[in-house]
Nanobody, 126 residues
Framework: QVQLVESGGGLVQPGGSLRLSCAASGRTFSSAAMGWFRQAPGKEREFVAAISWSGGSTDYVDSVKGRFAISRDNAKNTVYLQMNSLKLEDTAVYFC???????????????????WGQGTQVTVSS
């Protein structure tokens, strides 16, 4: 069993920055690929970014490329999502997820992932 706890969400103005954190416990974090997803009201859960177990490979949805950066610290059992130049359309609940079944970066489908956190709200508003 794995527990994932997100933090770092909040209210920010357009153009601002936030850093989300996801702390993992309960299983060997360093063997899991990690992903960030988001879900806006009335919309399906959307892939945002993913990182391989080693941190050597990453993947981003086109809408966040150049603005968001995913990273991980296996010594701290934590994955991060640095979000810069935030836009109104980035408003959503952000979830982290763990996948123990892939050596590299997993497919972008939510169903690929084994464990999920409860989410943290990010609101971009002026």
């Amino acid at each position: 069993q794995v527990q994932l706890v997100e933090s770092g969400g909040g209210l920010v103005q357009p153009g601002g920055s936030l850093r989300l954190s996801c702390a993992a416990s309960g299983r060997t974090f360093s063997s899991a690929a990690m992903g960030w997803f988001r879900q806006a009201p009335g919309k399906e859960r959307e892939f945002v970014a993913a990182i391989s177990w080693s941190g050597g490979s990453t993947d981003y949805v086109d809408s966040v490329k150049g603005r968001f950066a995913i990273s991980r610290d296996n010594a701290k059992n934590t994955v991060y999502l640095q979000m810069n130049s935030l836009k109104l359309e980035d408003t959503a609940v952000y979830f982290c997820a763990a996948d123990f079944g892939w050596f590299g970066v997993p497919p972008r489908r939510p169903g690929t992932y084994d464990y999920w956190g409860q989410g943290t709200q990010v609101t971009v508003s002026s």
